[in-house]
């Protein structure tokens, strides 16, 4: 059992809680996602690690209420319990792993849409902890559902926010604020875009005209987090993969957006499902791909 030490309603439907997880806090890394269940027979649901303390033990997580099993984790309270809390999953950032000092001579850029800021922080986070500054668009649709502005200012080189209905921050999309930046002279050796998949696409499409290379993460289509449901399959440089076993990062420039896009939708029917499988055969699922 996981106890939750915290919760904070940060926007409307968006919610943070800091969870008792020892064993998870102790070998996370950025870019590492959880799966967690209320009970022994609830839905597994994959959610990013936003943060994490290895001397308390307490792991961060921040989800939407989207579905049934979301509005139901939405009324925990503090001091309630996980029955599972598994983790870390999914491979860490790439750059955790680089050469300290030759990942201090490149200049980054994060581009974090919606609850994207979540995941965009640790990076951020660790980054900064390591003497490396980068600088990081944050985009919401409104003033109302930006979520860790505070936190992120903390860490970040530079921060741009940016508000679709122009309430908070410059106003516009975040392909935007790349467009200004670069158009004011600054330069920058490697993206990382997270958010809604379609502000991912787009942010894709703007920075390979500027050559910019972009890595994205897929976590927004995991359902299961084994690979073996099929929900997070997705080509990247016309080769099957899947987010929550290969990724969630990848070369956004190489995302077929287009087709996870259309997964996404069709993954939501039960109809829409067996399409799917009989489209991509024995592709449509992970591990064994017979199940």
């Not at 502000?199 to 005209?209: A, G, H, Q, Y």
């Not at 109809?271 to 055969?281: M, R, T, Y």
Request: aromatic share 8%; proline share 3%; with cysteine.
């Amino acid at each position: 059992m996981y106890k939750i030490l915290k919760k904070q309603e940060l926007a409307a439907n968006i919610y943070l809680m800091d969870v008792e997880a020892k064993r998870v806090a102790k070998s996370c890394q950025p870019g590492q996602f959880v799966i967690v269940r209320m009970d022994a027979d609830g839905e597994r649901i994959p959610l990013t690690i936003c943060d994490y303390n290895r001397e308390t033990g307490a792991v961060t997580i921040v989800f939407q209420t989207v579905g049934a099993a979301t509005k139901m984790m939405a009324d925990l309270k503090e001091g309630d319990y996980f029955h599972d809390f598994v983790g870390p999953l999914g491979c860490a950032s790439e750059f955790v792993k680089e050469d300290l000092e030759s990942l201090k001579q490149k200049k980054m850029l994060f581009v974090a849409g919606g609850v994207g800021a979540a995941p965009v922080y640790p990076q951020v986070k660790w980054l900064h902890e390591h003497g490396i500054q980068a600088d990081v668009i944050v985009g919401s649709k409104t003033k109302d559902l930006l979520i860790l502005e505070k936190e992120m200012e903390a860490v970040a080189g530079n921060l741009y926010v940016t508000t679709d209905d122009g309430s908070y921050g410059r106003s516009g999309m975040v392909t935007q604020v790349i467009k200004d930046l670069i158009a004011e002279g600054k330069k920058y050796d490697v993206c990382v875009a997270i958010g809604p998949m379609i502000m991912m696409k787009f942010v894709c499409l703007l920075t390979k005209e500027y050559e910019l290379p972009t890595i994205v993460s897929l976590n927004p289509i995991m359902v299961d987090g084994t690979g073996m449901c099929g929900a997070c399959r997705v080509t990247v440089g016309g080769k099957v993969k899947f987010a929550c076993v290969d990724g969630p990062e990848f070369d956004g420039h190489a995302v077929n957006f287009d087709e996870a896009m259309r997964r996404q939708s069709l993954y939501k029917t039960q109809e829409g499902k067996a399409i799917l499988a009989l489209e991509e055969g024995d592709t449509h699922h992970g591990g064994c791909g017979n199940c």
